[in-house]
């Protein structure tokens, strides 16, 4: 089953998705950044999800969330270089 997006915000190159999936009962943070072109996502217990998704660099940090190359980055990357 998709997660069910509870809760969206985009500002500034930052977007912050907050996101639910019923058939685990898990909450997902997912942000990217444009600025820097990275993106990550990471779990977060249910009862923290809406101050991790206000306040995600924290959680972030605090739960070892790895970043990445943003994957609609990397796309526009390599198109730039046809």
Known sequence: MKSRELAHRKQDGLEVTLLWDKASNQVTI????ERTE????????PARALDAFNHPFPYAAVLGAEFQEAPAFAGMAEESCL
């Open 38 to 45: 990275t993106a990550f996502a990471f779990i977060v217990d």
């Open 30 to 33: 997912e942000l990217t950044d």
